[in-house]
């Protein structure tokens, strides 16, 4: 039996569950590495990792756009999910070895692993749910999960949204 088919036996409410799982576990790494960047970041923090952060979080968008763009046009989506997922990985890469790697302490470090690691395996969880399979079953889930990927929406937004704007117009030490 082909991984496709076996794929095709996954209900959708494990999709939405790991979605939803690494979503929030991301999410709140995230929070924690903002505000640990807001802390050091007028002694520490360069505009070049500042703006490797912004990268990331571009590139991030254009990925939520060809992941959601996957339920109608999969073939579509796909060169514009492989060039953000590409971009991104590579900031985050460069991030990790010029910046976090001779500045962050341990604890830092696992943040940084953790997130990648959820973002990465829940980025893999929906591409396989659009691009295979266009999201199916998605519109049968229970309502408060359909609430879960609005609040994962919202507070992506409010994090991102700070990502870009905390660090523009302030001068530092």
């Known amino acids: 039996m082909d991984i496709l088919s076996k794929l095709n036996e996954v209900p959708p409410l494990y999709f939405a569950l790991g979605m939803i799982v690494f979503g929030l576990i991301f999410g709140v790494l995230w929070y924690t590495d903002h505000k640990t960047h807001l802390q050091i970041w007028k002694k520490d923090i360069s505009d070049g990792e500042l703006r490797t952060h912004r990268m990331i979080l ?32 590579l900031h985050e890469t460069l991030d990790e070895m010029f910046w976090h790697l001779p500045r962050c302490s341990e604890f830092e470090t696992l943040i940084h692993l953790g997130m990648w690691i959820c973002i990465h395996a829940g980025t893999a969880t929906t591409f396989i749910w659009g691009f295979f399979f266009q999201y199916h079953g998605f519109g049968d889930l229970p309502w408060y ?5 609005v609040a994962i929406f919202l507070s992506y937004s409010y994090i991102g949204h700070h990502e870009i704007f905390d660090y523009k117009g302030k001068t530092r030490a």
């Open 58 to 89: 571009y590139a991030s968008y254009g990925l939520m756009l060809s992941l959601l763009l996957m339920a109608w046009v999969p073939w579509v989506a796909l060169p514009i999910f492989i060039g953000c997922w590409v971009t991104r990985s």
């Open 145 to 149: 999960l359909h609430v879960c990927f």
